[in-house]
């Protein structure tokens, strides 16, 4: 997501000096308090997973929010502007939609929803004027290599688990990851924000279902969130640090997919990304849905 990011404002920047010259403020994150206007930011929504398919690959929907930002003293005038830039940025899209970063093409695909244009709302003696254009990136991701004791193939040797000691398992596979580029602070079932030591990561368990697998045997499929939290700053580095963490951490689950033989199989089928005010300040969240499905024997 951290790419995709730097890519699409990248693009973007090509055009800086041409139909985009009227921009003065670029931000891949939160705008500053104060900041130069017309003014752009880009943020992460959400990323859906599909089924992978043969050879390890798996197809990647990356959600993007692009707002866009002008000021001035007449609705007429801000909203005009406003609309400029956004056609202006459609017309980028339309033709760098594979979003090249390093010479690499980082989506296959790019689909513009729906724009919508915001209520003007005043600010230091003016109006301000908001845009939004979600841009859904569409890529193939390839799968990183398993972990040696979760490789083979399905068998009835999976452990029997309830909820509790297979989120313990969650955990430890987490907490022990050798590879984080920052490492965060882990908490099973911990208390969401405020928290005093940032980036941190919270593992939750949503939902426990039975399914009948066979006769006999019960297919429990259990649904976990990994939440990852950082300070939110007009800092690209904290946003940054957070998506390489998320990487890392879907890395570390997709390695891991039965977590010691206490899970037949896992899968991430989404990724969702969000902002929130709590007492020690504005935060950014991540939440990465985790299904298991396990192995229980009816007694």
Not at 60 to 70: A, F, P
Not at 155 to 184: F, H, R
Not at 193 to 217: F, I, N, Q, W
Not at 221 to 234: K, V
Request: aromatic fraction near 8%; glycine fraction near 6%.
């Amino acid at each position: 997501m951290s790419d995709l990011l730097t890519a699409l404002k990248e693009r973007l920047l090509l055009y800086q000096t041409s139909t985009l010259s009227a921009v003065k403020t670029w931000k891949r994150g939160v705008l500053p308090p104060i900041p130069t206007f017309p003014a752009l930011a880009i943020l992460p929504v959400n990323e859906a997973l599909s089924s992978p398919r043969s050879g390890g690959a798996y197809r990647c929907d990356r959600e993007l929010l692009i707002e866009i930002y002008t000021k001035g003293l007449t609705p007429e005038k801000i909203m005009k502007s406003n609309l400029e830039i956004v056609e202006a940025v459609k017309d980028v899209l339309k033709t760098e939609y594979e979003l090249d970063h390093n010479a690499i093409k980082r989506t296959y695909d790019l689909v513009m929803d729906t724009h919508t244009l915001g209520e003007p709302y005043p600010f230091k003696n003016s109006i301000v004027q908001k845009s939004t254009i979600p841009v859904i990136c569409r890529s193939l991701e390839k799968f990183p290599t398993m972990s040696a004791r979760d490789t083979g193939r399905f068998d009835t040797s999976i452990t029997d688990s309830n909820p509790s000691d297979l989120m313990d398992k969650v955990l430890g596979v987490l907490s022990s990851y050798g590879s984080y580029t920052k490492a965060p602070k882990v908490q099973r079932k911990g208390t969401l924000p405020p928290c005093m030591s940032y980036p941190s990561l919270h593992v939750l368990e949503d939902t426990d279902r039975k399914e009948r697998y066979a006769a006999g045997v019960d297919r429990p499929n259990r649904i976990f969130t990994i939440a990852l939290f950082n300070r939110q700053l007009d800092k690209e580095v904290l946003l940054n640090t957070l998506m390489t963490l998320t990487e890392e951490v879907k890395d570390c689950l997709q390695e891991n997919p039965k977590f010691g033989n206490r899970c037949s199989n896992s899968w991430i089928p989404t990724v969702d990304y969000g902002t929130f005010n709590t007492e020690s300040g504005p935060l950014y969240g991540v939440f990465i849905t985790l299904l298991t499905w396990g192995w229980d024997p009816v007694r």
